[in-house]
């Protein structure tokens, strides 16, 4: 597979996050404009961005940001490669071979990664649609040990809550069959954390993992006030004695229906 | 590059939008518990999958399905091909030109694709990490003219009231510098249109596009109440005169705080 690499997981994850983001904002209005018989006055300062942290913009800061689309965008000939439906074939399978070699590892070392490819993994995320072409987020890279520390205390705190008064029997019982708890060693061992936050150009719903903890995370790293947090992703190796639960996947038979 | 095809950007998209699905069972709880003082005492019947469409499952056989999933699974090693820095530098980089070639196309042709190249992509697509493997998803591949012709009327009529009621002017602008609108031609010329329903197997918030079809889509193609349409993508070759609007896409030091 000539594009697999241990890092795979991570591009893939990263772009699907930013889906998750499009989808939202048009759900996000549907919610606002149902609820309401008139129109906000102010529709781009999202109430959920409101999270009593402070470091707000002015919302005319906010609108300037928004005017910055270009009105007119021209539209060009597309044309894409046309494979021969053999070779359509043997791609897909290639793909999904792939893309089948992605897991879940809670056990990263600390070994270095070049920053090259951090960047190519951020420019990558950065290819993903975005509704009106709007790519509403910022990545934050954080390599210092300090912060990585004091994210790590952030998210430990409110995950211990989680697992004991916020979640579910269920959920807990779920998780722990994936030998998952609280306790995420590998915010302090990866080398790397990213961590996602979508911006708010627009109207839309905000979502934001890990659990509870998004406003001193952005607090923490002086992100704006227009920004939320969407997903903390460790980035490392695998260690050298890394596990993770044998889990097998549903057969095509049982998600797929053909009509 | 050897895995890019015509078909890439389904793949991704495809991929991409469950993690938002586990990005939305997390904040479900969260929103849930905190909310409400006491564990609901069915916490598995998300409110809003009660769209009011009948077809209810009984709360009986939801719980039966939930609990299918296995107690006990083992950890087993896990080790991933290491590559040289050099390598991986290479790798990511070819791994954003594959990417970078994504847009998205409404201008598809009816030319067929081959079915396995379908079963593939949504056999990819299933290779998804999901909040503790529950894999709760299920695609809808429609190819039978009619219904994809009645999934056209639904989603337009819808549309064509969002665009003229439920979204923002700002919204609608933004939307106009890409020409998009509420006719969509393309749902009847893509050989095949994909569904994505996700399955309400705990505690988690739901999203649906497009805006407002959610609900007559299930009904439609008799999904029972426990799934939620997350997403539908038409699926097919771009037309010999197809465009796209001469977008750029933000330099990475706009979207990327390194620290």
Same mark, same amino acid.
């Given at each position: 597979m000539a594009l697999f690499s241990s890092l795979t997981p991570v591009f893939i994850t990263i772009i699907c996050i930013l889906i998750g983001v499009i989808l939202k904002k048009t759900n996000g209005e549907k919610e606002k404009h149902e609820t309401k018989s008139k129109p906000l006055?102010?529709?781009?300062? %999202?109430?959920?961005?409101?999270?009593?942290?402070g470091h707000h913009l002015e919302e005319e800061e906010l609108d300037k940001e928004w005017q910055g689309l270009e009105e007119n965008v021209p539209h060009v000939p597309f044309s894409a490669e046309h494979y021969t439906e053999a070779e359509m074939i043997k791609r897909s399978k290639m793909f999904y071979e792939l893309l089948n070699k992605r897991r879940s590892v809670?056990?990263?070392? %600390?070994e270095p990664i070049p920053r090259e490819v951090i960047d190519n993994v951020i420019r990558t995320a950065g290819t993903s649609p975005s509704g009106a072409h709007t790519e509403p987020w910022t990545f934050v890279v954080v390599q210092d040990p300090y912060l990585k520390h004091k994210i790590r205390e952030i998210v430990e705190e409110e995950e211990e809550i989680n697992y004991k008064k916020r979640m579910g029997d269920r959920w807990v019982n779920d998780l722990k069959r994936l030998r998952?708890?609280?306790?995420?060693e590998y915010l302090d061992t990866a080398p790397y954390l990213i961590l996602i936050f979508k911006q708010n150009v627009g109207l839309y719903t905000v979502t934001s993992t890990p659990l509870n903890c998004g406003p001193q995370l952005r607090v923490l790293l002086q992100r704006p006030a227009n920004e939320k947090l969407l997903l903390l992703l460790p980035v490392g190796y695998p260690k050298k004695d890394a596990t993770v639960p044998a889990l097998t996947r549903k057969p095509l038979e049982d998600i797929m229906v053909v009509m």
């Open positions: 006055s102010h529709p781009w300062v %999202d109430e959920d961005l409101k999270d009593g942290t809670r056990f990263l070392s %600390d998952t708890n609280w306790i995420k």
